[in-house]
């Protein structure tokens, strides 16, 4: 083989949303990248087979059917899985797991990954989490605080485009945003209630990933303005919303510095003990199973959380029989997530004669107010709430016969009101996870109870089997950051302490859970590792 055709600047391992950002910021710099992605390839528009069709356009007019269900009881429990979008997703038998515990893993293997079915969710951290593992005592310390991040936030938000406001909130610091999307009248409602009687608790709406006024730089990538269609999931033909394939990876291919390698498994990386780093990895083709090495002098190691503690953990010497930098074993421990627990569902009288239009692609949501400034309660942390009013319509069976059937297609119904949260947890719900959704249930009901709402119903998800760890996607750790090698693995700039060439920079590199969705996190973490890695690269230090 020419070893030339097999060696790069530098190896990208995965294709999502962190991986598409170490590609775009690699490329842009100069350097020949290698984007290795396990699955197929998916290009933007070309391979969104679904975006355009209409439910009876669909066999089973875009249900889950009883046999995919049956076939898939993981996947299919989450939100976006049906008939217009199973093609994004490893079906449970394609890959399958043991689960000492009941972990829900949701994955996504194609170019892309899961940007193309995230929920869009984008909101800064605050020093309130980046110094809560060292306030509160758990974990170890976070190596980096918001003023490390925050000018890479703004960077990657004017890049990505992020609707919202500048809400002026010290524990969800404000973003660089485009025109927001509007509370219904409902939620405006419900938002004057809660603000009148609880002055501690602001209502603001999402902040997502979507572009409601289009700038230049999101024009110089061919995207456009968001639709409000809502069919997000099967991959957007105007771009609207951010994802690899409709971003980062086209920007990156625009330098003639990208080469893609689709259905592509990362074994392991390659460590070279006379030289101290890493120096390539080894793949097998997943159609072939040929085995390839291909070569870099920078990785960053992007292949999903657990995908990534894997590749890691599966990258054994003499050095680290152990896996790749792990001579202090922590790493494939401590995984921590997001969970959706508890839900709180009531009705709203009145309001008949408001209306609203389009589907609009986020939530209102109400950032913590539970031990942020200080210990308040009996748990640690705290949650964010996130809540939508809405009216039952046409896509809800109908009632009746003859002219009273067609006289309900054409009216919207009640208003119903629906309030989730995002809880601090370890893969195990622990004593202070059950406190903390109990605290939530609580304080929904007496906010909604405040704002007028009837028929006020409360469910832990979990035990109606729905709601097991993992099912939110936002799993994270096993390969923490931290300025200790004895208690982390990585250091500020994501480099595995013990090998300064590798970087991981999804959700693997974690230390600890905000209540924040995680993503936008991991996007600026990315951009500012890669900014980093090339300047090291110039020196020569990899």
């Known amino acids: 083989m020419d070893i030339k055709e097999y060696t790069f600047d530098a190896i990208v391992i995965g294709s999502g949303i962190s991986g598409g950002w170490a590609a775009k910021?690699?490329?842009?710099?100069?350097?020949?990248?290698?984007?290795?992605?396990?699955?197929?390839?998916?290009?933007?528009?070309?391979?969104?087979?679904t975006a355009m069709l209409d439910p009876w356009q669909f066999k089973h007019h875009n249900s889950k059917t009883r046999q995919m269900v049956e076939d898939n009881p993981i996947i299919s429990k989450h939100y976006a899985f049906d008939e217009s979008t199973e093609h994004f997703y490893i079906h449970d038998k394609l890959h399958p797991y043991i689960q000492e515990k009941p972990f829900d893993w949701i994955r996504g293997y194609q170019v892309g990954g899961k940007s193309l079915l995230w929920a869009r969710q984008t909101q800064r951290?605050?020093?309130?989490?980046?110094?809560?593992?060292?306030?509160?005592?758990?974990?170890?310390?976070?190596?980096?605080?918001?003023?490390?991040?925050?000018?890479w936030y703004s960077y990657v938000e004017k890049f990505i485009g992020v609707s919202g406001n500048r809400d002026g909130l010290k524990n969800l610091p404000d973003s660089e945003v485009l025109p927001a999307f509007e509370m219904n009248a409902v939620e405006l409602h419900i938002k004057d209630k809660i603000n009148r009687e609880f002055p501690d608790r602001p209502v603001i709406i999402g902040r997502c990933a979507h572009i409601t006024k289009a700038e230049d730089i999101h024009l110089q990538q061919g995207r456009a303005t968001c639709m409000a269609r809502s069919l997000c999931q099967r991959g957007c033909p105007f771009g609207a919303y951010f994802s690899s394939n409709a971003s980062t990876l086209p920007w990156a291919e625009?330098?003639?510095?990208?080469?893609?390698?689709?259905?592509?498994?990362?074994?392991?990386i390659i460590y070279d003990e006379k030289l101290g780093k890493a120096t390539g990895v080894k793949t097998v083709d997943a159609i072939t199973k040929k085995e390839t090495i291909y070569h870099a002098r920078i990785l960053f190691v992007n292949g999903s959380t657990l995908n990534s503690n894997l590749i890691l953990l599966n990258s054994k010497s003499s050095k680290f029989p152990n896996g790749l930098g792990n001579l202090n074993g922590l790493m494939g421990r401590h995984i921590a997530f997001h969970n959706y627990r508890g839900r709180i569902t009531a009705t709203m009288d009145g309001f008949e004669d408001n209306y609203y239009y389009g589907r609009r692609p986020t939530q209102v949501f109400m950032p913590s107010f539970r031990n942020v400034y200080r210990q308040e309660t009996d748990f640690?942390?705290?949650?964010?709430?996130?809540?939508?009013?809405?009216?039952?319509?046409?896509?809800?069976?109908?009632?009746?016969?003859?002219?009273?059937?067609?006289?309900?297609?054409?009216?919207?119904?009640?208003?119903?009101?629906?309030?989730?949260?995002?809880?601090?947890?370890?893969?195990?719900y622990t004593e202070n996870d059950e406190k903390l959704m109990r605290d939530f249930l609580e304080e929904g009901v007496a906010m909604l109870k405040t704002a007028g709402c009837k028929n006020i119903k409360t469910t832990d998800q979990q035990e109606i089997g729905y709601r097991n760890p993992g099912l939110e996607?936002?799993?994270?750790?096993?390969?923490?950051?931290?300025?200790?090698?004895?208690?982390?693995?990585?250091?500020?700039?994501?480099?595995?302490?013990?090998?300064?060439?590798?970087?991981?920079?999804?959700?693997?590199?974690?230390?600890?859970?905000?209540?924040?969705?995680?993503?936008l996190t991991y996007m600026a973490l990315t951009a500012r590792a890669a900014n980093y890695a090339f300047e090291e690269w110039q020196k020569g230090n990899l």
């Not at 690699?26 to 528009?45: A, D, F, P, Q, W």
């Not at 996130?386 to 002219?403: D, E, L, V």
């Open 380 to 428: 640690l942390r705290g949650y964010m709430i996130a809540f939508s009013a809405s009216r039952s319509s046409w896509n809800k069976p109908a009632n009746g016969i003859g002219q009273h059937l067609k006289d309900s297609l054409t009216e919207a119904g009640q208003w119903t009101v629906s309030m989730s949260i995002l809880l601090i947890t370890s893969v195990a």
């Open 254 to 268: 625009k330098t003639g510095n990208l080469t893609i390698k689709p259905n592509t498994v990362v074994h392991s």
């Open 125 to 151: 951290w605050s020093d309130y989490e980046f110094e809560a593992p060292k306030r509160d005592g758990f974990a170890t310390d976070w190596p980096i605080r918001y003023a490390d991040l925050a000018p």
């Open 473 to 519: 996607v936002h799993e994270m750790g096993g390969v923490r950051m931290g300025t200790d090698p004895d208690t982390s693995l990585l250091n500020k700039w994501n480099q595995l302490h013990h090998c300064k060439n590798v970087f991981v920079t999804d959700g693997a590199c974690m230390t600890s859970t905000g209540n924040q969705n995680p993503s």
């Open 25 to 49: 910021e690699l490329c842009e710099k100069g350097l020949k990248t290698l984007v290795i992605e396990r699955g197929r390839m998916v290009k933007h528009l070309k391979d969104y087979p």
